[in-house]
């Protein structure tokens, strides 16, 4: 597990800019698809993607005192 969160973040969003890429060059069609036409657009929709994966998901608080009674 990666302890520093700043790493993590960047090695989901390198990872994710990376494929991005790779579904461009080997998958994206060169006319009438916006999205895997251009290669920053989908590179950057990859890097986006990897950014929200690293996010940590919001944990509910816990009122252990409050329900136990």
Request: charged share 15%.
């Amino acid at each position: 597990m990666i302890k520093n969160k700043f790493l993590k973040l960047g090695l989901y969003a390198l990872s994710g800019a990376l494929i991005g890429y790779a579904y461009y060059y080997y998958i994206g069609c060169t006319n009438g698809c916006p999205l895997s036409s251009n290669w920053y657009i989908t590179t950057g929709y990859g890097l986006v993607s990897g950014i929200v994966l690293a996010l940590p998901a919001k944990k509910k608080p816990e009122d252990t005192e409050e329900r136990s009674a």
